[in-house]
């Protein structure tokens, strides 16, 4: 059990195998090849589980040869928390992973991360909306995370690869699958071009457990988490709530009280999250908290001007978008007014009309009417 690899190998397929109880137990022996020389009954008295320490002390090694290839021919690298280059701020939580599995461009780990979540059931509005952020903020030096999940995770993976920036996916599954398996492509490229990363071991399905852990190393690897479009009750609400727990900041994209995915970054917003209507809402912020910490990673002037000259720009409509504008007309009008005129969705306008105020192209007015700017 010398060789190193072989021996977080061993740890990651133990059962019952706790993260917090783990590290504690390699503090006590002082490394991993100490606490695996020791025996079962030892390993009890440091606090593992009975079967855990069975387990380690009779590891399946024609399954661990399989792991150990697999790393190898897949180009999987191994990073424990021992390790120096494991993330400080994931590490110093009280729940972090003992050993990550790492596909891709392990030297992102080092710069500032945004974690993006939302709906996996977006609207085309909200899956813009993520899209076009992510972009921006990765533009401006920020590493895009996020689970790899449908909608909202996806959007916000591309952006950041459109803008020909990083982004690290966290899986919920073993490095060798991909859940959702529609999503191969993506995933192949983020491992070209950004980073995988999972805890899990290879083969490990997409387990409903397996999505809270994920979420954790999401918020915990991230500055702040930013939620685009969440109902009531979603996970991406949890993962948010979670950052607050880890210190972190939330941000979250308002919406129509008419739109069901709007309710869960409303009621975020309500208690206390950062309203964010452009990228440079979110850089302006985590800016500020940079410098109040010397010595962290710090956004270049170059980037800041770069996302405020950017932050307003009018992008080319589509023809739903046109022809919405052209309903609006120049005189205030409601959601119904708008409805009926074009025979699109309350919930569709209600989202298009979010965007068109994000950049800038109609306002609110009293009463809960639209009003069409002129300035362009």
Request: with cysteine; net charge neutral.
């Amino acid at each position: 059990m010398q060789d190193s690899p072989l021996a977080w190998l061993t740890v990651l397929r133990a059962p019952l195998l706790g993260t917090a109880g783990l590290r504690r137990a390699i503090a006590s022996t002082g490394s991993i090849q100490a606490l695996l020389a020791c025996s079962a009954r030892q390993m009890v008295a440091l606090g593992l589980a009975p079967e855990a320490a069975a387990a380690l002390n009779d590891p399946p090694r024609a399954l661990l040869d399989d792991d150990l290839a697999w790393c190898e021919r897949e180009r999987i690298s191994l990073l424990p928390f021992t390790a120096p280059d494991f993330p400080p701020q994931l590490a110093d939580l009280p729940d972090a992973p003992a050993l990550l599995l790492l596909q891709g461009r392990r030297e992102l780990l080092a710069a500032p991360q945004m974690a993006v979540v939302g709906s996996r059931q977006p609207t085309a509005a909200g899956r813009r909306i993520a899209f076009e952020l992510a972009g921006a903020l990765a533009r401006a030096g920020l590493v895009i995370t996020s689970g790899l999940a449908r909608g909202i995770d996806t959007a916000a993976h591309e952006g950041a690869l459109a803008a020909r920036c990083g982004t690290i996916a966290v899986c919920g599954t073993g490095l060798d699958l991909c859940y959702p398996p529609e999503n191969q492509a993506l995933r192949d490229r983020i491992a070209a071009e950004g980073l995988l990363m999972s805890e899990l071991p290879r083969g490990a399905p997409a387990a409903r457990h397996h999505f809270p852990r994920r979420n954790r190393i999401i918020s915990g690897l991230a500055r702040g988490t930013l939620v685009v479009e969440a109902a009531a009750g979603s996970g991406s609400l949890i993962t948010a709530r979670k950052a607050l727990e880890q210190g972190r900041e939330v941000f979250a994209v308002p919406g129509s009280p008419l739109n069901p995915l709007a309710a869960g970054c409303l009621e975020l917003l309500t208690e206390g999250a950062h309203l964010v209507r452009t990228a440079h809402d979110v850089i302006t912020h985590i800016q500020i908290t940079i410098e109040k910490n010397p010595g962290h990673y710090l956004l270049s002037d170059q980037k800041l001007t770069s996302v405020q000259s950017t932050a307003g720009a009018a992008r080319r409509l589509d023809k739903d978008y046109e022809m919405l504008l052209d309903a609006l007309g120049f005189e205030p009008a409601s959601i119904d007014d708008l409805v009926d005129r074009t025979g699109l969705s309350p919930g569709s306008v209600a989202s298009m009309m979010l965007i068109l105020e994000l950049e800038g192209r109609v306002e609110t007015r009293p009463g809960a009417l639209f009003n069409r700017i002129t300035d362009r």
